[in-house]
């Protein structure tokens, strides 16, 4: 019995388990027993199917739970772009110190002056950065710079030995002629282009001022009349120039600015002059001062500008040969006199420019021989 019984829950537990097709053994089974038992193994049949039902579907249920649930699919997301700030880039302009200057060869520099000047000296262009803060300024040696100056920050002024430039926001550009320091019987010219905005060009001592406006060129030049001529007309020659240049008056309705033309017929050879221009074609005079007149016959003496100042010593040549001090606004260069039988400047005056340094505080006398010429100096203890 026990035996049957076990088969029985054998076969039924491959059938559900294992999905086999059982053998037809109930026939075979209830034939041989009568209808008592018959009645009593159909029960068994009943409750061992049920608990074979159960065992299964705990089975399954079992099975079910017990294995890890595949995870939902995650969707991959980007994650969030952060902005980058740019990385600076180095400013093109390096700054220059109060006091410091530079000496281009055979590339350009660019410098920036108290956060609101931007200078591009060109190539052989020598300069020197002076001035103060919000009144910035620079001394033009040799060469020629690009300005650019900001509005409405403060001022600054380019100075040479042929005159100053002062501007208070804009863009232009001075070229000095001729290299600073080298002796000639010529005076010098400084040159203005104006790209933005309008600049005051003044010539040394303040003889003689132009204005120029965005788009117009001029400038201030000291020289030696080399040509004069009874129209009017003059060539002036300047250091640097190879050949001298022609200056005429400027026009009022198709003819010469009479008070202006009527000064330079006055002109003869050997006069030095300093006059304003502004370039219209030609260069156009619009003011003239005569600085010295040449000899007129033996009797005439050539007029001198002299003077005598206290100042502070602000530069001097290795050699002695000048000292540049500034007296005021003014900050000239002066050397010694030249002693015609020696064929040299003055040793005495050398040797006294050599026992001064920057900072001295002087007294002294000139006269503008040429050049401004010192007859005289102290220094002050």
């Not at 537990?13 to 041989?32: H, V």
């Not at 699919?73 to 880039?89: A, C, F, L, M, R």
């Not at 129209?231 to 202006?260: C, L, W």
Request: net charge neutral.
């Amino acid at each position: 019995m026990d035996d049957e019984l076990d088969r029985l829950i054998d076969t039924l537990l491959r059938e559900a388990l294992a999905n086999e097709r059982p053998p037809n053994l109930a026939r075979r089974i209830l034939s041989q027993v009568d209808a008592e038992r018959r009645k009593r193994m159909v029960k068994i049949y009943w409750i061992t199917s049920a608990a074979v039902a159960a065992t299964v579907l705990i089975g399954i249920l079992i099975w079910q739970f017990s294995t890890p649930a595949k995870p939902p699919d995650i969707v991959k997301k980007d994650p969030p772009k952060q902005e980058v700030p740019p990385i600076p880039t180095p400013s093109e302009y390096a700054s220059l110190a109060r006091g410091a200057g530079i000496e281009t060869k055979d590339q350009p520099q660019k410098i920036q002056l108290g956060g609101y000047v931007k200078l591009e000296a060109a190539v052989n262009t020598s300069l020197q950065s002076e001035g103060k803060e919000k009144a910035e300024q620079v001394f033009l040696k040799r060469g020629q710079v690009v300005c650019e100056v900001d509005h409405n920050v403060g001022t600054f002024i380019v100075r040479t030995d042929g005159g100053t430039v002062s501007v208070n926001g804009t863009k232009f550009n001075v070229q000095a002629i001729g290299e600073g320091g080298e002796r000639s019987e010529y005076g010098r010219s400084v040159e203005v282009s104006v790209k933005e905005g309008s600049v005051t060009v003044n010539g040394l001592e303040g003889l003689t001022h132009i204005a120029l406006a965005g788009g117009e060129s001029g400038g201030v030049t000291t020289g030696v009349v080399t040509r004069g001529t009874d129209t009017g007309p003059v060539e002036i020659r300047t250091v640097g120039d190879k050949e001298p240049r022609r200056y005429t008056p400027q026009m009022r309705e198709n003819h010469f600015e009479a008070s202006t033309l009527a000064a330079m017929k006055e002109l003869r050879i050997g006069d030095r002059v300093q006059v304003a221009w502004k370039l219209q074609e030609l260069r156009r005079v619009t003011a003239m001062k005569v600085v010295q007149r040449a000899h007129r016959d033996d009797k005439e003496k050539t007029e001198r500008e002299h003077g005598k100042a206290t100042g502070r010593v602000t530069e001097k040549d290795p050699n002695n040969e000048w000292v540049r001090i500034q007296v005021e606004n003014s900050n000239e260069r002066y050397m010694p006199r030249w002693n015609a039988d020696t064929k040299a400047l003055d040793r005495e005056m050398r040797a006294k420019i050599g026992e001064l340094s920057p900072g001295d505080i002087v007294k002294f006398e000139w006269i503008n021989e040429e050049h401004r010429r010192i007859t005289k100096i102290e220094k002050e203890k």
